[in-house]
């Protein structure tokens, strides 16, 4: 995550209106919660019955300052399930609207999610933390407010990975469950995620205020953001424009990280955008395998709006959205366009950046958008492994005294022909610049990751949680927590993991229910 996300974390852990939770030993220091009621609606968790631990993360637990003996405590369980009250949270629902597939939907806000509050953890870092599927707010509509063991996991599974790949994310503390009927497509049983973020305002919330013409809330909000995230930009002349611009350019990098690591999100509503560059809000979310383009991870995007080529689009559509929404606080219109398409020169050169990491170049030089243009349709005709290429791909060697063999890498192509072709101009290039195999391979083998989340290791996962597979087993949910939290190794006792799918998860489908 961005450090830079947490650049007002500097108060002291007990600052004056923090309170330390008797039963939990959190320090809670609620500030969102003291804005004023127009951003939310102050609602109780919905309790559970027989609420039990599913996972949890230590890594996440340890942000917070929470003792390990903590999940060991039924209490506690029971108050991440929504069961027992938190001492010191201040539970409420936010307000916000959005655009949903292109199209303006006015009220939306939190339907099965709920602010406990913010906790100050160790060092003065700053967490929100937010249950969700504790049951119905006044934002549901028609929902019951519930998510499901399913979703839960890999909601937990994919914060927890992509913290792992180092790409900025919201974090999951745990998931509990209960044995709770809840009706989806079919019948399964209830579960809530933990959700750890420095702030859940998301695009959507300035969109609510400018829509609904509360420009003074709009410019509360936007106050209350700057001050706690973008310093720079109240010392900026025009502090409004100055967060647009900050924020084009954070959602620029997050998504050419996206694009690298063949992440697809699904669902890239402007209400599923964090203001603070964060991937947030997974659901039918995907990492790709046999590499497509125009991959659609999403089986409800029936047009294919947030396919994996259409997300660099899609960044820069919705921080339209976000531009129309501030305009009554930067009061100009063509700035607020120059400040938004900040964006596309960003994009470019992190996505540069990116392609140069990922092949292991360590100069720019002519002729490297050709290589790499060449490299992406060649993958896409193929459709090649993306995270088994990139991996292997450090194992080509240019040192003329050492025999060549690309077979691990040359064998993901069904086209060897058109490989060796384009194997040959990268090995000049690397030539070129002097490259040294040992050294690029450890540099390669930073950035391309060899274990990913993949649909195929979350699902097995879920199945056994659910009891499909035998008696019901929650460990494959932390043996593949603590496999992603180092994708970047080798892991030999766990090789079977980096693996291409079987042939059966060719038939899993994710929806917006996933």
């Not at 989806?184 to 859940?200: D, G």
């Not at 991959?295 to 976000?322: F, K, T, V």
């Not at 219109?333 to 938004?340: E, H, N, P, Q, S």
């Amino acid at each position: 995550m961005d450090a830079r996300v947490h650049s007002s974390a500097a108060a002291a852990p007990e600052s004056a209106g923090a309170t330390r939770s008797a039963n939990s030993g959190l320090v809670f220091d609620n500030r969102f919660a003291r804005l004023p009621g127009v951003f939310y609606t102050r609602v109780s968790p919905t309790p559970l019955p027989d609420p039990y631990l599913v996972a949890k993360s230590d890594a996440a637990a340890a942000r917070l300052g929470l003792a390990p003996g903590n999940f060991d405590d039924p209490d506690f369980i029971a108050a991440l399930t929504g069961s027992t009250p938190l001492a010191g949270a201040d539970p409420l629902a936010a307000v916000y609207s959005g655009h949903q597939f292109g199209v303006y939907v006015p009220r939306l806000g939190d339907g099965r999610a709920l602010l406990l509050g913010e906790i100050v953890g160790p060092g003065g870092e700053r967490w929100e933390m937010q249950l969700k599927g504790a049951g119905k707010t006044p934002y549901s509509r028609m929902g019951d407010g519930r998510a499901v063991l399913r979703s839960s996991i890999r909601e937990f599974l994919a914060s927890e990975a992509m913290h792992g790949l180092g790409i900025p994310t919201t974090r999951a503390l745990a998931v509990t469950g209960s044995d709770y009927p809840v009706v989806r497509e079919t019948v399964e049983t209830a579960a809530v995620v933990t959700r750890l973020a420095p702030s859940f305002v998301r695009f959507g919330s300035f969109e609510y205020f400018y829509w609904t013409e509360q420009h003074d809330a709009l410019k509360q909000l936007a106050d209350f953001i700057i001050d706690r995230f973008y310093p720079e930009a109240r010392a900026s002349a025009q502090p409004y424009l100055a967060l647009l611009e900050a924020v084009a350019r954070r959602t620029a990098r997050l998504v050419a990280q996206w694009q690298g690591i063949g992440f697809c999100h699904g669902v890239l509503n402007s209400d599923n955008m964090s203001i603070l560059g964060l991937t947030i809000d997974y659901g039918p979310y995907g990492f790709i395998d046999g590499f497509d383009a125009g991959h659609i991870c999403n089986h409800s995007d029936e047009h294919g709006r947030y396919a994996y080529n259409m997300q660099p689009q899609i960044g820069h559509w919705n921080l339209y959205a976000l531009g129309q929404a501030l305009v009554p606080l930067t009061e100009d219109v063509d700035a607020t366009k120059a400040a938004i398409d900040t964006y596309l020169d960003e994009y470019s050169r992190a996505i540069d950046e990116v392609y140069h990491a990922k092949l292991g170049l360590t100069t720019l030089q002519p002729g490297d958008e050709a290589l790499i243009t060449g490299l992406i349709e060649l993958l896409n005709a193929n459709h090649t492994d993306w995270t088994l290429f990139w991996r292997r791909l450090a194992t080509l060697r240019t040192d003329a005294a050492v025999p060549q063999d690309d077979s691990a890498v040359r064998d993901l192509f069904v086209d060897r022909a058109a490989f060796d072709a384009w194997a040959a101009s990268y090995r000049a290039r690397l030539v070129s610049e002097a490259s040294v195999d040992a050294e690029r391979a450890t540099r390669m083998n930073r950035v391309n990751p060899k274990y990913v989340l993949r649909n195929h290791l979350a699902e097995t996962a879920i199945r056994r949680a659910r009891g499909e597979e035998g008696p019901r087993d929650f460990r494959e949910i932390a043996r593949l927590l603590a496999i992603l939290s180092r994708p970047y190794e080798e892991q030999p006792e766990h090789e079977a993991y980096a693996g291409a799918p079987p042939e059966w998860a060719q038939s899993l489908h994710l929806s917006c229910s996933s």
